[in-house]
């Protein structure tokens, strides 16, 4: 599960540096701009400052998105690949549609029926159900190719992951704002109605419990689960038939479909973008799933102002 923001708090500013032309000496330039730069210095400096900071952003997004390294040695072949992804993504509806509900019909209650506490609580164990399911299914599907080959679902605290997190941290500002242009692409039925999630209500009601556990469904269960099969599974996979950065692309449509939301398609896919580069760059699942806890968290925060 990813949270993503449709507010407008974010905005942005291209500004594009002119150079000056090659037939004029630079020391002649220089002093005819000199006077210039007397009169109106304020706006010289914040001019300079505002392309420092779009030439600093840019340097941050070219960082994140140089892939470096080989594709992975993939034992498996697509059929595997399609296995996985199917059964994964049918034990996440079948758990948290049917079986749970089903659990909780036959305990004598509903999950409307709870106090916020209490919606929070079932939410959070529903996260766990699916995603214990999910790499249930991935263990069982992968256990006759193991000993897995290197670099398959490494988890460490070494390596200089943490500068790539930070780059991609710095991309958060552009996936807010395509939520937007979705919204405006596709926006939604006027005849649909509004509905308030569960997660919104506990925040309305400021209870600090249920919001500690949401806290902890959207920050630490659901990037651990969908990092480890839409990075530490799909992504590497997908490398034994295309590119490294098709397979990154690819995962990424995977990944924005299995959130079944039309209005969150383009931040989606672009955030699954940025955390599959971090990871490819990386080779650590802890460097994606600590940035889409990040990002989780970020948007929790901003749905509590």
Not at 141 to 165: H, I, K, M, T, Y
Request: net charge neutral; proline share 6%.
């Amino acid at each position: 599960m990813v949270v993503v923001s449709v507010s407008l708090k974010w905005k942005f500013s291209c500004f594009r540096h002119e150079e000056s032309s090659s037939g004029i000496p630079e020391s002649e330039f220089v002093e005819d701009k000199l006077p210039e730069e007397l009169v109106k210095p304020g706006l010289d400096q914040s001019s300079a400052v505002k392309k420092d900071w779009v030439s600093n952003f840019r340097e941050a997004a070219g960082a994140v998105f140089t892939i470096r390294g080989k594709p992975w040695t993939v034992p498996w072949t697509a059929e595997t690949i399609l296995q996985v992804m199917l059964l994964w993504v049918a034990s996440f509806w079948f758990v948290g549609s049917w079986i749970i509900p089903f659990l909780a019909h036959v305990a004598g209650f509903s999950k409307e029926s709870l106090s916020y506490r209490g919606q929070a609580l079932y939410s959070l164990l529903t996260d766990v159900a699916e995603g214990l399911t999910g790499i249930a299914i991935l263990h069982r599907c992968l256990a006759r190719f193991r000993p897995l080959p290197p670099n398959w679902f490494e988890f460490s605290l070494r390596g200089n992951w943490q500068l790539d997190v930070g780059l991609g941290c710095l991309m958060f500002p552009l996936v807010n704002r395509l939520s937007q242009v979705n919204l405006n692409l596709l926006p939604l039925v006027p005849s649909t109605p509004v509905t308030v999630s569960s997660v919104e209500q506990s925040i309305v009601a400021r209870d600090p419990v249920a919001m500690a556990l949401y806290v902890v469904v959207v920050s630490v269960c659901a990037p651990v689960w969908e990092e480890i099969v839409f990075r530490g599974f799909l992504l590497p996979s997908l490398t034994k038939y295309m590119p490294v950065w098709g397979s990154i692309l690819v995962s990424s449509v995977a990944f924005a479909l299995a959130h079944f939301n039309g209005q969150r398609m383009l931040p989606l896919i672009f955030l699954g973008m940025v955390m599959g580069t971090v990871f490819a760059r990386s080779r650590n699942l802890l460097a994606s799933m600590l940035l889409h806890s990040l990002w989780n968290g970020f948007v929790f925060l901003d749905l509590m102002k």
